[in-house]
């Protein structure tokens, strides 16, 4: 089972049992690297993150989402330290789209399988 080396998947992925690892990172598109592993047969599958697993599972008739675990992954951006500007705009805009709606109606028109992830907040 492939996973990106040194990421929260690879810990997730080392708790199953039997499995034999394969660490993907360094390249460009990682996700790719991991889709080909499995169509190539590599490996027989990866873990990744449910955002980019269902998309791929509803676009792809080769892939199926297995399973999902509720990890209570949060998300986050980075800026460079001390780039208080764009942090706070960067803040201010997420602010925005929550408040109004906007992202939760985007939210919804392109993950249709996952649930809104701020209702709680």
Do not use: H
């Not at 169509?39 to 399973?67: C, H, K, N, T, W």
């Not at 500007?85 to 399988?113: C, F, P, Q, T």
């Amino acid at each position: 089972i492939g996973a990106i080396a040194n990421s929260t998947n690879m810990k997730l992925a080392e708790t199953f049992e039997g499995v034999e690892l394969g660490s993907f990172g360094a390249s460009d598109d990682v996700f790719g690297d991991m889709i080909e592993a499995t169509r190539s047969g590599e490996i027989d599958g990866f873990v990744d993150d449910d955002v980019v697993m269902i998309p791929l599972g509803q676009q792809d008739p080769d892939f199926v989402e297995a399973f999902t675990i509720m990890t209570g992954n949060r998300w986050g951006i980075g800026v460079v330290l001390g780039n208080d500007v764009l942090r706070a705009e960067i803040n201010a805009a997420l602010e925005a789209v929550i408040a109004d709606g906007s992202l939760e109606i985007i939210w919804k028109k392109w993950m249709l399988l996952l649930e809104f992830p701020l209702n709680d907040e």
